[in-house]
């Protein structure tokens, strides 16, 4: 369990559901939150330095892995890194080709971006809920900190702020791409002249408000289906993981079977871990696509 | 779970890994990757060349066999036919050569008679001239007589 036997599960809970958030005080002095209620007093101007710090962390290492392969890449015989590396780009152009008609240099590269970045997130959840907070609680009570106070979430898509960051990421290329095909008067266009088309001029301000209704949730509803889709996956699978640990505390037979469905649970995640990581590139290279294509 | 800066750091973070894979990762994959199709491409193409070129290489083969085999199979019926030829020279020269041998045999046979016959006749004319000398030893004259003695013995 965590820092102390005295603590409740429901404190135990909430304990892996708050991020290590750094941000300004109600009082003007900045700083770490200290518990959740602190965290939640900062604010917008706050950031969740464990998020940033595994989701930053885990970019590197993807990009240091392909850049290291990427340098020494020849087309002759490949080693078994490059192997590697060579099946996923392989596998991630595929589906760009699949699923993107135009042509753009940078869908296929966002779409591999996305699907290591994504994967290795998600990886997080599979290292047991405790070692890392845990770890990390120990050092900092070395630092004089109280424990109780030190949190550390780790799989960095359980935290709303990274999958929006991304969604919204795709949603700005999403319009940047509309409006640069289409032009403004294009884009407006689409999301105002569909699905109601009228011959009628005095029924042209009714379909254009009804359109631009449905055509604009449409349009809003891919970035958020996109964040809360992965968050929803994480944070779902981050939680039983939470709630099967409590089982580790409640006497050696409730261990026991706890240790099993962890395996399972772990087991079964592997395939949704990879898979949330597959959709978010799939949808977004789909919406791209969407974006780059000129309807009627 | 509260959304703030975060949100714009990871928007930061997403752009920036983004841009590094796009500029320096995936290009020299996908042309590494490229080169290397092409480079099977090639090796798949000149195999299948190589291969063509073997079986034609086979048939000329087979065709230069077949060749060699009419060629040794015309020099031989030639040799034969030629081997034929000198037998039946030397048959001939050997019947020839026997015929001659033959008639120089019965030629030296015939001198050899002739020589015996000329020997015996003188013998006989000899003889005779004896028989008669010494039936006739007084009155006849062997010179008076020669002439009737010889033309008895050339009757011989």
Redesign the interface.
Known sequence: MAASDTITPSEFIKHH?T?L?F?QHPNGDWGIAHTAEE??E???????LD??LW??LL?IL??AV??K???R????V?GGMQNF??MI??FV?DNVRGSFSGKN??I???G??IFC?IFLMNLMDLVPVDLIPRITQEVAALFGADPHHVYMKVV?TT????T???S??VFILILYYSIKIKGVGGFVGELTGLPFQTDKVWLKPFTTVVNLILEGVNLIAKPISLALRLFGNMYAGEMIFILISLLYSAGIAFAIFGGALQFVWAVFHILIITLQAFIFMVLTVVYLDLAHAEHH | MNINLTLFFQLLAFAVFVWFTMKYVWPPLVTAMDERKAKIAEGLAAAERGQHEQELAEKRAKDTLHVAKQQAAEIRANAEKQAALIIEDARDKAKEEGGRQLAAAQAEIEQETNKAREVLRAKVAELAVLGAEKILRKEINADAHKDIVESVANQI
Do not use: C, Q, Y
């Open positions: 559901l991020n958030t941000g965290a939640k900062m604010g917008f101007w706050a950031v969740h998020s940033m989701s930053i970019g993807f990009i392909f850049r392969v990427a340098l890449a020849s087309a002759g490949p590396v060579e780009v392989d152009n240099d940078l296929a590269p966002l591999l971006t970045w960095p935290d709303p702020n990274i929006f960051g991304m919204i990421g």
